[in-house]
């Protein structure tokens, strides 16, 4: 689904959506098409912490299944990592290379792993997502944050987790890897627009940008402009697919709840849900635009099809940690047990299998989240 400019149908005059709109351009005039017993799609990861372990059992099953082909994958902080080791592993051997690159980094990152201290506890703070709230810890850093930002105590701007992405990924590799694009996100600190890094861009510094929480790390620099966390902008992005890849299948791996059963009281939950919600308020502007680009092909007053002066309808699919995830809250965002992230990992698998066992042949036929429903609004 696309966006014309010189389309006569009158679009809603917000920048945002017009960018999303634009950006949905045909990559290609001709589609390779996947052999019949093979499908085509694409995936977003989302971030969140030590969540991200869940996510790893997503990609550890699809990469098991031969009957998927992945074109493209985006992701933002914690999904920026995954997709950095999922697309470093298909680069140097395939998907069983694949499974055990995303497998080596959760097991390092694990309280657990082999890291060096100073790594292990940088490591920590980058799998944190958000600060453990209602706890004494919280207490401390908020008192510290009033006095102290990540540029007091840290003025040498040490980063070990950058050495550390550089040893475990081959970057020069994955940026010549041409058979996957891969995208990650991260906010440009003066502009307030997310930036987008392509394969071709993507360093251990763009992973670091990507997942730069501003009360815990400094501003990662690159070429002279400083990035925070891409959550705030794209978590994930989704547009990047629709000018680069030939599929029209994106499946959404969101491990921030979308739905919570209860109203939060104490801050710690107050403080939760905040977070849940801001973080997946980009995607839901991303579903809006693309359920508006959905209803003009559907009402017939806009040409689909990937050629020239078509325009792509694009079928959302969603694996969610919701059904496990709503057991959670901020604090199990800070664990770095590995009993903890083999938890999720299996949980994961398992999410994927059912999907997949639901869903597959809806896959390159039609969506199977209704975005329609999904981005109303709801009036009183």
């Not at 997310?194 to 070429?223: H, Q």
């Not at 047990?337 to 990992?345: G, R």
Request: aromatic letters at 10%; one cysteine or more; proline letters at 6%.
């Amino acid at each position: 689904m696309l966006w014309n400019p010189g389309s006569r149908c009158a679009f809603p005059n917000d920048g945002f959506m017009k960018k999303i709109l634009s950006a949905l351009l045909p990559g290609r005039d001709t589609e390779q098409k996947p052999s019949p017993t093979t499908k085509r799609i694409n995936l977003a990861l989302q971030g969140g912490g030590a969540h991200g372990a869940f996510t790893w059992g997503v990609l550890d099953h699809l990469l098991s299944d031969e009957r998927l082909v992945v074109e493209g994958v985006s992701g933002t902080s914690a999904g920026a990592v995954n997709a950095v080791m999922f697309a470093d592993g298909l680069a140097r051997g395939g998907r069983a290379e694949a499974q055990k690159r995303l497998a080596d980094f959760w097991r390092a990152a694990s309280s657990t792993g082999n890291l060096p201290a100073l790594q292990r506890t940088v490591m920590e703070r980058l799998l944190s997502f958000t600060p453990l709230e209602s706890t004494p810890v919280q207490a401390w850093l908020d008192a510290m944050s009033r006095y102290f930002s990540p540029y007091d105590v840290n003025p040498l701007n040490i980063n070990p987790l950058k050495d550390l992405f550089e040893r475990m990924v081959d970057f020069e590799a994955l940026r010549a890897y041409a058979d996957l694009q891969i995208f990650i996100s991260a906010t440009n600190v003066r502009t307030g627009r997310v930036r987008i890094f392509p394969r071709e861009k993507i360093t251990a510094d763009a992973v670091m940008a990507s997942a730069c929480l501003p009360v815990m790390f400094r501003a990662v620099e690159i070429d002279g402009v400083p990035y925070w966390d891409g959550g705030y902008l794209g978590n994930p992005v989704i547009f990047p697919f629709f000018g680069t890849t030939t599929t029209e299948d994106v499946l959404v791996v969101q491990i921030n709840p979308l739905v919570r059963q209860t109203t939060p009281t104490s801050a710690g939950e107050i403080m939760n849900r905040i977070n849940e919600i801001t973080f997946n308020s980009p995607l839901m502007a991303e579903y809006r635009a693309m359920e508006f680009v959905a209803r003009l092909i559907d009402q017939g007053r806009l040409p689909h099809g990937t050629g020239p002066g078509q325009y792509r309808r694009v079928n959302i699919h969603r694996i969610v940690l919701d059904r496990f995830g709503t057991q959670f809250d901020a604090s199990s965002k800070l664990s770095t047990d590995y009993d903890f992230f083999e938890m999720l990992h299996v949980n994961g698998k398992r999410a994927a299998r059912r999907f997949l066992d639901e869903h597959f042949d809806d896959i390159g036929v039609k969506g199977t989240v209704d975005l329609r429903a999904e981005v109303q609004a709801e009036w009183a």
